[in-house]
């Protein structure tokens, strides 16, 4: 945007629209490894186009932790193992996360020039599930909110009010949140890149309640009405709580 387009964003609604989730972490075949920040930003492009305002693209920061005994355990790796968030070591990739202090001076920064432009309202929007990313975010738009320019944090599930069992089942990777990429960007999803059946978590890196995802939980039976009623439900659902919060 040109400063006189960002002055009119500016003053149509007083928002700003900040994701905050790591573009470089591993989720799996089918899915691009920055499906957590293409969420992220998917949302706050949506409701920026429906109130007014800015968005940016996503500050790519990830806190994760080293994998507890019972997730190691659940996945069918010894109790004893060493796994730091999704580097499972037959996965032919690694993923990129941080300490806290860095993702916490990159939003600061972030949010220390949208205050400055004058606007009067931020939304940091996260959608990465790692352990310590939503607590640090939300104690951070706490820390960091003004009389001048409030700061809310926000997660992406915390507006997703649909029965589906499609999204209850189904962790990192599976086929909840293959549905929530397809209902954002779906030109990333390749089904293709899975083959049918039965998977295992080791060697695809989905996230599943025991060591092998049974077939109805494939990520290929993804649902595309279920993903285009999810995005309609979370993006309302959002601009509501975006309303509410700047008083628009």
């Not at 930003?41 to 932790?65: I, K, M, N, T, Y």
């Not at 010894?78 to 300490?99: H, I, Q, T, W």
């Not at 659902?237 to 700047?246: D, G, I, M």
Request: proline share 6%; net charge negative; aromatic share 8%.
């Amino acid at each position: 945007m040109r400063p006189r387009e960002v002055i009119e964003a500016r003053e149509r609604s007083g928002c700003a629209f900040v994701p905050v989730s790591p573009a470089f972490e591993w989720h799996s075949f089918h899915l691009p490894l920055g499906t957590d920040a293409m969420v992220a930003e998917g949302l706050c492009r949506a409701a920026a186009q429906r109130v007014g305002g800015v968005w940016f693209r996503p500050l790519s920061f990830g806190l994760d932790e080293w994998r507890p005994e019972e997730q190691l355990l659940a996945w069918g790796f010894a109790k004893d193992d060493r796994v730091y968030g999704m580097n499972f070591p037959e996965l032919p990739l690694r993923s990129e996360y941080c300490e806290p202090p860095e993702m916490q001076a990159a939003v600061r920064n972030r949010l220390k020039a949208v205050a400055g432009c004058g606007f009067r309202h931020a939304f940091i929007v996260n959608h990465h599930g790692g352990t310590g990313q939503a607590p640090a975010l939300e104690a951070l738009a706490a820390d960091l909110a003004t009389e001048a320019c409030q700061v809310h944090f926000a997660r992406t599930g915390q507006f997703a009010d649909l029965d589906e069992e499609s999204l209850r089942v189904g962790g990192h990777a599976g086929l909840s949140e293959t549905t929530w990429l397809l209902a954002f960007r779906p030109e990333l999803v390749d089904l293709s890149q899975q083959p049918d059946g039965e998977l295992s978590v080791r060697q695809t890196g989905i996230l599943h309640r025991q060591p092998t995802i049974e077939a109805q939980y494939n990520p290929r039976r993804v649902s595309v009405a279920v993903a285009h009623t999810l995005r309609e439900r979370v993006t309302a659902n959002f601009v509501a709580f975006v309303r509410e919060r700047a008083g628009l």
